[in-house]
């Protein structure tokens, strides 16, 4: 399973460069793994990384792998440790999630597929600097209940039940920001209200294949 697992955080990096949703050495991804989590170490890019280079570690932070793992594991390990649900994370920069994040704002309920990420609302989180314990509790607030935040001045972060399900997520929030910016750049966008949107959820929970 682990073997899989890695094979599958390779591909699915690989996949968020070729999308344009990472550049060079930006973003992440990880996945549980046990007690534990897998994670791409610091500073790889689509060319480096390797599924022999992810960085097996506890949520703690202890780890033997020779690699340093990125920058991020403190918001990885505190999403896994305060959400069961939280099976694989990927974390971008991608264009128009962090133009929104980077104006500070939630990304409203403009759409219903917005229900897709378990709220009326992809959430904010207020800023803190990369890579440290101090935007790991923020990140974790922002996304209590749902399954995706915005990281103020910085970009994205999603979680689902398995690395390709998160890039799929992934790719669908920013198809979103973006539609989000290019309707207010036209206008002012309608936003569904609470009965709207509980309609969606409700459509939501018998959505796709049993």
């Known amino acids: 399973m682990t073997a899989a697992l890695r094979d599958d955080l390779v591909f699915v ?62 918001m990885h390990a505190a999403i896994y440790s305060s959400d069961p649900r939280a099976q694989a994370i990927v974390h971008t920069h991608s264009d128009a999630c962090t133009a929104l994040a980077c104006l500070g704002e939630d990304l409203p309920a403009f759409h219903y597929m917005i229900a897709a990420f378990g709220g009326d609302e992809v959430r904010c989180a207020p800023y803190a600097t990369f890579g440290t314990a101090e935007l790991a509790p923020l990140a974790v607030a922002a996304i209590a209940g749902r399954s995706a935040c915005l990281l103020a001045n910085h ?3 999603v979680h689902a039940g398995s690395p390709r399900l ?18 207010r750049s036209a206008g002012v966008p309608r936003i569904l209200n609470a009965a709207e949107m509980e309609g969606a959820h409700r459509r939501f929970q018998t959505y796709g294949q049993p």
Request: charged share 15%; proline share 4%.
């Open 13 to 74: 990096y690989r996949e968020l460069a070729r999308l344009g949703l990472n550049q060079a050495s930006t973003g992440n991804v990880s996945a549980r793994d046990g007690a534990g989590m897998l994670i791409t170490p610091s500073g790889c890019d689509a060319e480096t990384v390797s599924a022999g280079g992810m960085v097996a570690m506890a949520l703690d932070g202890a780890s033997q792998s020779p690699n340093k793992p990125s920058s991020e594991w403190h």
């Open 155 to 157: 970009g994205v972060i």
């Open 166 to 183: 998160a890039l799929r997520q992934m790719v669908l929030l920013e198809t979103l920001a973006r539609q989000f910016l290019l309707a």
